[in-house]
């Protein structure tokens, strides 16, 4: 499945997959740069280095530049007979390790020489044998690195890469676009580390020849590649450009900075990243996540005067960050803010907010469109502000603004022909790649991809949205009864948005959230980028399908209808079904996204959370005693939710929905002890969806969903289930704890401080922070993310299941009620004698508590002091999952996680 073909969400995963070593291979960024860039990057793009570096400030610059550098000898015939060119820079060289120290020297000379027009003071550094400084464990070693210099810098001081204007990757070849995924690598990781850079230019020297590159979130563009002797002007322009134009114009956001105060101010005030030395102040030592940022917010709606209205915030937390360093996509970044107006309060008083940065293809409405159409709704998180980024006059797209018109030219290249690499003494990545010897020699080849007859690049528009709601992510619920309750609320806000002709289409465990506000708000829906006016809305041609693949109908995976074999599941003989019948395979093909679809989506999320929790706050702990029976679980797991195959993933859910000895003996058979109770729910939920795919009659599925819903809530069971199981009390208590210390923990952020003259100066104590919650081990706190992810490291693994709140919450309306069942299908099977022991005798919670632990301790399912010290345990959703593993590393995984539950 192509990545760049589908809007669906990468897997989520739940098992431990994150290496134990401590930085990201360049091998594992460059598989995900080039799925990301497929059909998306162009070469010999025409005017490309005039258009983005140049004009006539650069013009008059590079002018004087050139005739200095030749008075000083840097540039001139060698010999008397011999060719212009720059002083000792080889022309074919026998080793890379020949051209980083005359380039370098050169490119200094050129910004040098320059510095009275310079917006920017930078130096360029030979690095090829470090790692830059990386607040996000990145094991990579660009070539040529232009940092910003400042007055307390030197040539020895670290550098970082949230403090490079650009880069350049040094190759001995002289083809024509050589080393393309290598560079837009560390492009992509320098904007994961610089969230107020909206794009990025870059450089590949090969030989003696420049290829500029430029990349953003519609993907990238390189120019024709030039000789550097034979056209030094063309070549001091690019390099001129780099300090003289505009910090908008080379990508950096005008609308955010870093956010500070001076003993005594009132409100705190803004300071640009890049006049911040990175070495001498004390967010070296600060997670990215705990960094404060004071961001501009252009609002949708224009006053009377038709003057645009903006409004300040300052993020003081941010909750999901690793989709910043995606080269195209949306980008999305979140955070909690405050309002700039509101810092003259305790911080106890100031409303939160939940602040939303990312990307939209210009072809779909935006987010905040959608929440203001519906207005308050409850179970929905509720809107504040939302708008379009501006730069200057101009609304911040990719094509017409980052790239300035520039059309791309011919094919899209491909990246993934022939990409080999020569290996010397200087070769960065030779430790990583034990495969290739250092004599082996081998070129790099770039072919256009003959698949793809060009697809045109989507604009994309640079968007804010603003929320007054937050929580904590469903995972973390504390009860049986808040997760029941709060999937209540949640679909009776789902239907609400339905009636007014909006479908969400991205049901999944990260987009339902605990506010911790009483009915009807006790569960809030979020997240509506992939929300539709399904009434009106057009399929557009490489948008087919949406969501979370791991909470996906097979409908929508398959784009194929279930086929029953009859229209209910009522009759008796379809109730008694062996466990392997095969439903039929005959299907009509085409579906529109329906409500049932999200609601079906609603019932996997509810199914992953029994295989895979072990109660409140907890991932599962407790296994069969068999190895065997753990691994079918693990398998079940790992087919229904993690397969890198979407395919996989939508047979495996044919199979358990439409068969139900298959799906009881798979899910319900093998679900945590502690969510015994919800076994009647499950199974009405799955006749339900069953019996409504007969038909397809989806006009009353709410009612019927939320019928069910409401029945589980009510029962003594759910509500009394912590009392009759002490253990589950006390995770009831621990989780409530963990929210109570988060709190104080992650609302009590400090802004950097000023000195009086305005100079940075460091803090003597800072508040400990988190590293990479939206890539923890143990589930993901916010919309799951929707594309790459790279593995932590150690700290950060031990750290992140201390998660920040989640995104939203929202505020209380009337509530709704809705009429309660009791299951047909419980009522026909008692009728039948189909109960057996476990409904036997009085119908007390006590009592059916009881059977149902006795009858799952005897298929295995062990409660917790019985745990099997050799099983392993799920997580919540990762990023990767390892495709087997060991006793021994099972048995190692558990016991790190037990530590850190």
Known sequence: MSLSNTPMKQYLYTQHFHRDGKYTLADEADRVVKAEMR?????????????????????????????????????????????????????????????????????????????????????????HLKRPASEHAADMKPDIIASFSYASGSDRSPVWWRSMQTLIEVKKQGHALPAAAQLLRYLRQTLREQPDRRFMVGFVYSNCHLTLWHVDRSGALASAPFNVHEHPIEFIRAIVGLVVKSPEELGWDPTMQMYAKRDGERLGHGIYSYNIDANTTPIVTNSPYGRMWLVTVHKYQEDASGRMETEQFVLFRALSLSRAEVLRGRATRVWKAWRLEDMWMLKEDRPVYVFKDSWRDERRGQEGTLYHEAGSCAGVAKLHSFG????????????????????????????????????DAHEEDKYLMPSFKPEEHAEDFFEYDGKTTGPIPRNRIHTRLVMSSYGWPLVHFASLSELVGALYDAVAGHKTLYDKGILHRDISSGNIILPGHPKPNRGLLIDLDYGIPYETHKTLS?????????????????????????????????????VNAEPSTAAASGVKHDAIHDLESLFWVLCWICLTREGPGKIRETWPKSTEQVNLIRATIAETFEHNSSKDIARFKLELLGTLGTWSNKIMGAASPYFMPLSDCLYDLHELLWDTYGTRDFSRIHEEFLAILAQAEASEEVQNWHQLHPEYQIMEDQERARRNTELKLFESPQAERVTGAGVLVTVASRPATIMEEDESDEDAVLPVVKEDSLPLAPKGREMARRKSMGQMDGQDTSPSTLPRR??????????????????????????????RITKRKSEGLRDEAEVNAEAGSSSGPARKRKASTSTAENKTKKLKRKHSS
Request: hydrophobic content about 35%; overall charge positive.
């Open 39 to 127: 059909c998306h990057a162009f070469g010999n793009t025409l005017n490309m280095a005039s258009t983005l570096l140049g004009g006539e400030d650069v013009n008059r610059v590079a002018s004087h530049v050139w005739q200095r550098l030749k008075d000083e000898g840097m540039y001139g015939r060698r010999g008397r007979t011999g060719p212009f060119r720059w002083k000792d820079l080889p022309i074919n060289p026998s080793s890379e390790g020949l051209i980083y120290t005359p380039l370098t020297k050169i490119l200094n000379a050129i910004t040098n020489a320059c510095s009275k027009d310079a917006r920017f003071k930078i130096i360029w550094r030979d690095e």
């Open 388 to 423: 379009i980024v501006r730069i200057g006059e101009q609304e911040d797209t990719t094509l017409e603004v980052a790239r300035k018109g520039l059309q791309h030219n011919g094919k899209a290249l491909n990246l993934e022909t022939k990409q080999s690499k020569v290996f």
């Open 542 to 578: 490489d948008d087919e399908r949406s969501g979370t693949v791991a909470f996906m109908s097979y409908e929508m995976l398959a784009d194929t209808q279930y086929r029953p074999i009859r229209p209910s599941r009522n009759d008796v003989k379809r109730q008694m079904m062996a």
């Open 822 to 851: 009791e299951s047909a299908r419980i009522a026909k099977r008692k009728s039948m004698g189909q109960i057996g022991e476990q409904k036997a005798g009085p119908s007390t919670a006590k009592q059916s508590a009881s059977t």
